[in-house]
């Protein structure tokens, strides 16, 4: 069983920083793409970034571009997600995901989802 299980949200200022984990099991990493997405009250869901390991290659919206980076521990099966410089625009729930390749290259609609962490900043 896919397992998805994200922690590091919280409360920050504007400008803060805060750094999204999301712990995997129940299918091998490197055959997966993994990413964040996020929902804010009345918004649409949207991707925020993913990340393919086997194929190096990292997707980010460009509303995050520069100010976060994603990462992955291939030996702790877990994606990282650093955000840097926060703005009260990115408070939202974040939602880690995955998808089998080549599904998971297209950092969209994802099949298996974590329950979310809550990301709130403040002005």
């Known amino acids: 069983e896919v397992q998805l299980v994200e922690s590091g949200g919280g409360l920050v200022q504007a400008g803060g920083s805060l750094r999204l984990s999301c712990a995997t099991s129940g299918f091998t990493f490197d055959d997966y793409g993994i990413g964040w997405f996020r929902q804010a009250p009345g918004k649409e869901r949207e991707g925020v970034s993913c990340i393919v390991s086997s194929l190096g290659s990292t997707y980010y919206a460009d509303p995050v571009k520069g100010r976060f980076t994603i990462s992955s521990d291939n030996a702790k099966n877990t994606v990282y997600l650093q955000m840097n410089n926060l703005k009260p625009e990115d408070t939202a729930v974040y939602y880690c995901?995955?998808?089998?390749?080549?599904?998971?290259?297209?950092?969209?609609?994802?099949?298996?989802w974590g329950q979310g962490t809550q990301v709130t900043v403040s002005s």
């Open positions: 995901a995955a998808d089998v390749l080549p599904y998971g290259t297209v950092c969209d609609d994802y099949k298996h």
